[in-house]
T-cell receptor, first 109, second 113 residues
């Protein structure tokens, strides 16, 4: 069983739509959670850390459900520039980061 | 300086060549990582250095040889690679403490002929 599972998509949504991605993790000892964004042929870049209380940054909202061992990312009012791959990353111990397979998002005009 | 740098950006090498990839960070991070990424796949962990010592080797073939000369530098020495080793090689660093993310370099795009 993989440590981190994501629906790879692809998700194709119209501009202005709301889209949600989920990610599940297998180890209840996981401590820290992140969403990264990766554009084609570029490196992953941190989009948001995910906190137990949930957190919001503009159009992006991340939530953590420890009981069910999943994290989510909600994107509201999708823009063309949101088209990318979104990677769920779980940090289990200080130096161990586990990646989901990534979810591909294309926002269509 | 919140940046991880990698050189070269692109590398083309033959199967008999020896080359090295370089990575540098000046954020005082104590953990540094090498990842390999193929198209449409997530980064795949190769090596982790913690406090300049190799702490994780994910069963990587010996034709890849990592080196951490000091806390800011990480090298990946390449020798006798195969065409299937062609990929984007990403370096990352992190403080090594819980709750803080990894920072990635821009990667080296490697082509093995």
């Amino acid at each position: 069983r993989k440590e981190v599972e994501q629906d790879p998509g692809p998700f194709n949504v119209p501009e202005g739509a709301t889209v949600a991605f989920n990610c599940t993790y297998s180890n209840s000892a996981s401590q820290s959670f992140f969403w990264y964004r990766q554009d084609c042929r570029k490196e992953p870049k941190l989009l948001m850390s995910v906190y137990s209380s949930g957190n919001e940054d503009g159009r992006f909202t991340a939530q953590l459900n420890r009981a069910s061992q999943y994290i989510s990312l909600l994107i509201r009012d999708s823009k063309l520039s949101d088209s990318a791959t979104y990677l769920c990353v779980v940090n289990m111990y200080g130096n161990q980061f586990y990646f989901g397979t990534g979810t591909s998002l294309t926002v269509i005009p | 300086d919140t940046e991880v740098t990698q050189t070269p950006k692109h590398l083309v090498m033959g199967m008999t060549n020896k080359k090295s990839l370089k990575c540098e960070q000046h954020m005082g991070h104590r953990a540094m990582y090498w990842y390999k990424q193929k198209a449409k796949k997530p980064p795949e962990l190769m090596f982790v250095y913690s406090y300049e010592k190799l702490s994780i080797n994910e069963s990587v073939p010996s034709r890849f040889s990592p080196e951490c000369p000091n806390s800011s530098l990480l090298n990946l020495h390449l020798h006798a690679l195969q065409p299937e080793d062609s990929a984007l090689y990403l370096c990352a660093s992190s403080p090594g403490t819980m709750g803080v993310e990894q920072f990635f370099g821009p990667g080296t795009r490697l082509t093995v002929l």
